[in-house]
């Protein structure tokens, strides 16, 4: 059965007075606002007021009310020169003004005496001041974000750290910002939400994954990021506590581009501090071996008018962007894992100096007493495989530590473009679109990669992400503007797909004789498990689609006016599900855990398995906290290959489904 939940994060039609003049307006734009007085400072109404984009030759016009102030709502983000006129005055026009995401500014304007055809011109340091909120925030330009000292394209994980508030401990998608939980942020590009929402965490401040997008905003496809970390508008509370709102980059009348190519390798860096610890030295260099880490990132981008000679000219009216960006990681990653000796896998278990064969007391009481073969190959291939890294001694002298080096690829495409149309001089259409592409093999991410060098069980991870969102605005008349956007944000996830069946049986090494065998055969609480072979048995796909529709209308009239802030009614809906499947493809066999004989009325002694049958430890001749397994095969459970469950649907409101564990990460 399907189960479908849906979420109404705002209400369909919610109709509001605004007391605030920040209209997110889709989250993707701002307002501008302010006074306009003559140099003795009384107020003039009717006052024209135009504002023109310097970079795409859009214009934006208001006329001042009997109190001498204007507002124009829903602008796009970019730099402005905002022409003043009125008969008897000289005209005033203030260039290079900065509006950011969701922040409304306001300027204050002087108009001297003199003849209209008359021009002053105020270049540069126009204060542009924010007074009609109280909503607390932060704004990165792509002039910014270039000048930091930045690991990562990715400006998520790597520029918005440097803002104030946000906390970085573990790492960057366990962030938090303000000390809130990760489940209140709500991150979103143009508008539209993108995270996973499957693992966004609703209340954990550490581990969740609140602070993380499905769509990677680039460094050359954004134009800004803004973070909002407190008072939020009507328009934004509902989603989260914390906005952090990105705006992608469009066309202008110039045609502007780049093209670069990073490189990242370990020639250039020094080694790990592990492993100059834990790597024996290159007879070579003398030196502990590098993890071979390498980056490649070429990329491009392209924007400017659309043009086709001899037929149309998009100047001033129809823009274009276009961004192509790739990730290359042919890289390494260190792991331990902890075997049993030689010894130990032939029955000989040494404890306080003494060594026991727990063979030899298993026969000498009529129990079986040879280890099961497939156990013994599967063994004997761990053990061999250690040729490949370097082995070290635990203070357990029945274990080992294996540390050998896991090889993994990545490629990424992040593809993005961009599309800005003046329909007419009062309606204005955009659309955007992110289409993002991962492959990974194998999955490190998720421990998804041979547990011994050569042996067959291994998975990667493999996504499609896209997000798309149309935007419009309208002029209707002098005093209605009405803005309406609508996006789409979804993956498709695959993961651990090449397990296969025929990885657990007739493989040279690694064979299980088509069984996943958990070998894990020591203490936990002496962190002594040995590591099982199977880095999954459970291959997932996952697919959560979230869908943004809302729609702001501005009325322009009223007492609202006297505090600069226009009467508006605002409606959003954001509807996220997330359907999860997950198929079993081989049945688990472990190791019986201790049995229990009672010895005495009030305690009970361990007992060492073989076979369903056991053995108290005071006739092996072991200290009662002394624990082990015998390498025996039982069943714990059978079941064929089938989906576990699909089609089932829910939002992160709703309890999370677990299998065999945590889900797997993006």
Same mark, same amino acid.
């Given at each position: 059965?399907?189960?479908r939940?849906?979420?109404v994060?705002?209400?369909?039609?919610?109709?509001?007075?605004?007391?605030?003049?920040?209209i997110?307006?889709?989250q993707v734009t701002?307002?501008?606002s302010?006074?306009?007085?003559?140099?003795?400072?009384?107020?003039?109404?009717?006052?024209?007021v135009?504002a023109k984009?310097?970079?795409t030759?859009t214009?934006f016009?208001a006329?001042?009310?009997?109190?001498?102030l204007?507002?124009i709502?829903a602008?796009?983000i970019g730099?402005?020169?905002?022409?003043v006129s009125?008969?008897?005055?000289?005209?005033v026009?203030?260039?290079?003004i900065?509006?950011?995401?969701?922040?409304?500014?306001?300027?204050?304007?002087?108009? @001297?005496?003199?003849?209209?055809?008359?021009?002053?011109?105020?270049?540069?340091?126009?204060e542009?001041?924010?007074?009609?909120?109280?909503?607390?925030?932060?704004?990165?330009t792509t002039?910014?974000?270039?000048?930091?000292?930045?690991?990562?394209?990715?400006t998520l994980w790597g520029?918005?750290p440097?803002?104030?508030?946000?906390d970085?401990?573990?790492?960057?998608?366990?962030?938090?910002?303000?000390?809130?939980?990760s489940?209140?942020i709500n991150i979103s590009?143009?508008?539209?939400?993108?995270?996973?929402?499957?693992?966004?965490?609703?209340?954990g401040?550490?581990?969740?994954?609140g602070?993380?997008?499905?769509?990677?905003?680039?460094?050359?496809a954004v134009?800004?990021?803004?973070?909002a970390?407190?008072a939020q508008?009507?328009d934004? !509370?509902?989603?989260?506590?914390?906005?952090i709102?990105?705006?992608?980059?469009s066309?202008?009348?110039?045609?502007?581009?780049?093209?670069?190519?990073y490189d990242?390798?370990?020639?250039?860096?020094?080694?790990?501090w592990f492993n100059?610890?834990?790597?024996?030295?290159?007879?070579a260099t003398?030196?502990?071996?590098?993890d071979?880490?390498?980056?490649?990132?070429?990329?491009f981008?392209?924007?400017?008018?659309?043009?086709?000679?001899g037929?149309?000219?998009?100047?001033?009216?129809?823009?274009f962007?276009?961004n192509?960006?790739?990730?290359?990681?042919p890289?390494?990653?260190?792991?331990?894992?902890?075997?049993?000796?030689?010894?130990?896998q032939?029955?000989?278990?040494?404890y306080?100096?003494?060594?026991?064969?727990?063979?030899?007391?298993a026969a000498?009481?009529?129990?079986?007493s040879?280890?099961?073969?497939?156990?013994a190959?599967?063994l004997?291939?761990?053990?061999?495989?250690?040729?490949a890294?370097?082995?070290?001694?635990?203070s357990d002298?029945?274990?080992?530590?294996?540390?050998?080096t !896991?090889?993994?690829?990545?490629?990424?495409?992040?593809?993005t473009?961009r599309?800005d149309?003046?329909l007419?001089?009062?309606?204005r259409?955009?659309?955007?679109?992110?289409f993002?592409?991962? @492959?990974?093999?194998?999955?490190?991410l998720?421990?998804a990669?041979?547990?011994?060098?050569?042996?067959?069980?291994?998975?990667?991870?493999?996504?499609?992400?896209?997000?798309?969102?149309i935007q419009?605005?309208?002029?209707?008349?002098?005093n209605?503007?009405?803005?309406?956007?609508?996006?789409?944000?979804a993956?498709?996830?695959?993961?651990f797909?090449?397990i296969v069946?025929?990885?657990?049986?007739g493989?040279?090494?690694?064979d299980?004789?088509?069984?996943?065998?958990?070998?894990?055969?020591?203490?936990?609480?002496?962190?002594?498990d040995?590591t099982?072979?199977?880095?999954?048995?459970?291959?997932?796909?996952r697919?959560?689609?979230?869908?943004?529709?809302s729609?702001t209308?501005?009325?322009?009239?009223?007492s609202?006016? @006297?505090?600069?802030s226009?009467?508006?009614a605002?409606?959003a809906i954001?509807?996220?599900?997330?359907?999860?499947s997950?198929?079993?493809?081989?049945?688990?066999i472990r190791?019986?855990?201790?049995?229990?004989r009672?010895?005495?009325p009030?305690?009970?002694?361990?007992?060492?398995?073989t076979?369903?049958?056991?053995?108290?430890?005071?006739q092996?001749?072991l200290?009662r906290?002394t624990?082990?397994?015998?390498?025996?095969r039982?069943?714990t459970?059978?079941?064929?290959?089938?989906?576990a469950?699909?089609?089932?649907?829910?939002?992160?409101?709703?309890?999370?489904?677990?299998?065999?564990?945590?889900p797997?990460?993006t």
């Amino acid at each position: 059965m399907m189960h479908r939940l849906m979420r109404v994060i705002a209400p369909l039609v919610c109709f509001a007075t605004i007391t605030s003049a920040t209209i997110a307006y889709g989250q993707v734009t701002t307002s501008l606002s302010g006074t306009v007085t003559d140099t003795s400072g009384a107020v003039l109404p009717g006052a024209d007021v135009v504002a023109k984009a310097d970079e795409t030759g859009t214009t934006f016009t208001a006329v001042t009310n009997e109190r001498g102030l204007f507002t124009i709502p829903a602008m796009p983000i970019g730099r402005y020169t905002v022409t003043v006129s009125l008969q008897g005055f000289k005209t005033v026009a203030l260039s290079d003004i900065r509006l950011s995401t969701a922040t409304a500014e306001q300027v204050n304007i002087k108009l @001297e005496i003199g003849a209209l055809a008359e021009t002053v011109t105020v270049k540069s340091g126009t204060e542009v001041v924010q007074t009609q909120t109280n909503t607390l925030g932060s704004t990165l330009t792509t002039e910014q974000i270039t000048r930091l000292p930045l690991v990562t394209r990715d400006t998520l994980w790597g520029a918005v750290p440097f803002l104030p508030g946000v906390d970085t401990t573990t790492g960057p998608r366990a962030s938090t910002i303000n000390g809130l939980p990760s489940g209140a942020i709500n991150i979103s590009i143009d508008g539209v939400n993108t995270q996973d929402n499957n693992n966004r965490s609703a209340t954990g401040t550490g581990g969740g994954c609140g602070f993380f997008s499905l769509i990677s905003p680039r460094l050359d496809a954004v134009e800004e990021v803004t973070i909002a970390t407190g008072a939020q508008g009507a328009d934004s !509370a509902g989603q989260g506590a914390v906005q952090i709102k990105y705006t992608t980059r469009s066309g202008t009348n110039r045609y502007t581009g780049s093209a670069y190519f990073y490189d990242r390798d370990p020639r250039f860096n020094s080694n790990y501090w592990f492993n100059n610890r834990d790597r024996a030295p290159d007879p070579a260099t003398g030196k502990a071996p590098k993890d071979q880490v390498k980056v490649y990132q070429p990329g491009f981008r392209l924007g400017g008018p659309i043009q086709i000679p001899g037929l149309y000219d998009g100047h001033d009216k129809a823009f274009f962007f276009f961004n192509y960006e790739q990730f290359r990681q042919p890289g390494q990653v260190s792991r331990t894992r902890r075997i049993v000796t030689p010894a130990a896998q032939q029955g000989l278990f040494t404890y306080g100096g003494n060594t026991v064969n727990v063979l030899n007391l298993a026969a000498a009481n009529g129990q079986t007493s040879t280890i099961d073969p497939t156990v013994a190959k599967l063994l004997s291939d761990i053990y061999a495989s250690t040729s490949a890294g370097t082995l070290k001694a635990r203070s357990d002298p029945n274990v080992l530590d294996f540390n050998y080096t !896991a090889n993994a690829k990545q490629l990424r495409q992040y593809p993005t473009w961009r599309l800005d149309y003046n329909l007419t001089s009062n309606n204005r259409l955009s659309y955007s679109s992110y289409f993002q592409k991962y @492959e990974s093999y194998p999955d490190t991410l998720n421990n998804a990669e041979p547990r011994f060098p050569g042996f067959p069980v291994a998975g990667g991870q493999n996504s499609d992400r896209w997000n798309w969102n149309i935007q419009e605005r309208s002029t209707i008349g002098k005093n209605l503007v009405n803005q309406f956007v609508t996006g789409y944000t979804a993956s498709h996830v695959y993961f651990f797909t090449e397990i296969v069946p025929s990885s657990f049986s007739g493989v040279p090494v690694g064979d299980q004789q088509g069984f996943s065998l958990n070998i894990g055969a020591f203490a936990t609480t002496n962190n002594n498990d040995i590591t099982t072979p199977t880095a999954s048995t459970a291959p997932q796909q996952r697919i959560n689609p979230t869908i943004d529709v809302s729609d702001t209308l501005t009325w322009l009239k009223g007492s609202a006016w @006297e505090a600069r802030s226009p009467t508006s009614a605002c409606g959003a809906i954001t509807r996220r599900s997330c359907r999860r499947s997950t198929s079993v493809l081989r049945p688990a066999i472990r190791p019986t855990r201790c049995s229990t004989r009672r010895t005495s009325p009030v305690r009970r002694a361990p007992t060492w398995p073989t076979h369903g049958r056991s053995i108290p430890f005071s006739q092996v001749g072991l200290t009662r906290s002394t624990r082990t397994h015998a390498w025996t095969r039982t069943p714990t459970s059978t079941c064929r290959s089938r989906p576990a469950f699909s089609g089932d649907s829910y939002t992160r409101s709703a309890p999370s489904f677990r299998i065999s564990g945590a889900p797997a990460r993006t």
